[in-house]
């Protein structure tokens, strides 16, 4: 196995009892799915060990699965082309990712323990910003993070929402097919097991878009979300003070510091991502039908229209 890093003890150890990994195993099924790959007209995918490992870790080494999960993350740059408007040399990516909307944290608070990602809407301005634009950033940050990051695809992600400042403009840009799309990109499409969502300051208008969000999660994310509004011990019950930023009363560096270490990752990445651009389907090769937004996400009029009060 030349090209895989080796887990930390810990990981394989919950590798082993939670993704059914057997070290023995993975070359032939990462084998299988290039094989695979290579009989798809319609699919162009990275065959990296490490990257085919993160989808075979992330469906738990169903390789029927595997191949479901990866044509998914691939289809979804044409049918969902929004989510990736805009590439890591981009000026909007620069200060997109400056504003500190969404911030994966450097620490982890276990060798076994799950990646956490800050989330902090309120930071963008929806007048200048979609969220397809903060969703493109964060997609080009997660594939550095599959590429590396063995607590997120192993241990799982947990996801932190902080809705200070998020006004009515935030929620009118989250429609229900918006919604769709977001969940279908993290839940359905992207190799990482969700071990939580928390919620703080909550605004009025939340419980509008909280509940058609929690209507198109599978029914194990459903049960893994958690709203604490302004009580933060309640959140460091779950999420170990320890990894959190400065401003949110932890020891895991200031937001800004956090800031810079990604962007020198995104530096060091600059060739795997301007590379990871070429990939994706060509849905008119695609064996039998070709697969539309309609498809994936459903039809735009099939969604009633949420109400703010």
């Known amino acids: 196995m030349a090209n895989i890093r080796p887990l930390s003890p810990a990981l394989a150890a919950k590798a082993s009892a939670e993704l059914n990994e057997d070290p023995r195993r993975v070359p032939d099924d990462i084998q299988h799915l290039k094989d695979w790959l290579a009989k798809q007209p319609h699919l162009k995918a990275r065959t990296d060990d490490q990257w085919l490992l993160c989808f075979l870790r992330g469906c ?46 450097p620490k982890v608070a276990a060798p076994d323990a799950p990646r956490v990602t800050l989330i902090r809407a309120g930071q963008y301005d929806p007048d200048k910003y979609s969220i397809f634009d903060i969703m493109a950033v964060s997609n080009i940050l997660q594939k550095i993070i599959l590429m590396e990051d063995d607590n997120a695809v192993v241990a799982g992600s947990v996801g932190i929402l902080d809705l200070e400042n998020v006004t009515m403009g935030h929620f009118l840009q989250m429609t229900p097919m918006t919604m769709k799309k977001m969940v279908v990109a993290s839940q359905d499409a992207m190799p990482f097991r969700m071990k939580g969502t928390h919620y703080l300051n909550t605004p009025t208008g939340f419980e509008t878009v909280f509940n058609a969000m929690k209507g198109l999660l599978n029914e194990k994310n459903r049960n893994r979300l958690y709203v604490h509004n302004k009580n933060y011990d309640a959140m460091y019950q779950y999420i170990s003070k320890d990894i959190l930023p400065t401003e949110y009363g932890g020891n895991g560096g200031s937001i800004n510091d956090i800031l ?21 389907t060509d849905e008119s090769k695609r064996p039998g039908k070709p697969k539309t937004a309609e498809d994936i996400f459903g039809a735009e009029g099939s969604f009633r229209k949420l109400e703010f009060d």
């Open 60 to 105: 738990k080494f169903s390789l029927e699965r595997t191949k479901e999960k990866l044509d998914l993350f691939y289809s979804l740059r044409s049918t969902a082309p929004e989510m990736y408007c805009i590439k890591h040399t981009d000026a909007k990516f620069d200060e997109i990712l400056s504003l500190g909307a969404i911030i994966t944290l």
């Open 260 to 280: 810079a270490y990604w962007k020198n990752k995104v530096k060091e990445y600059s060739a795997f991502l301007e590379e990871d651009m070429q990939f994706g």
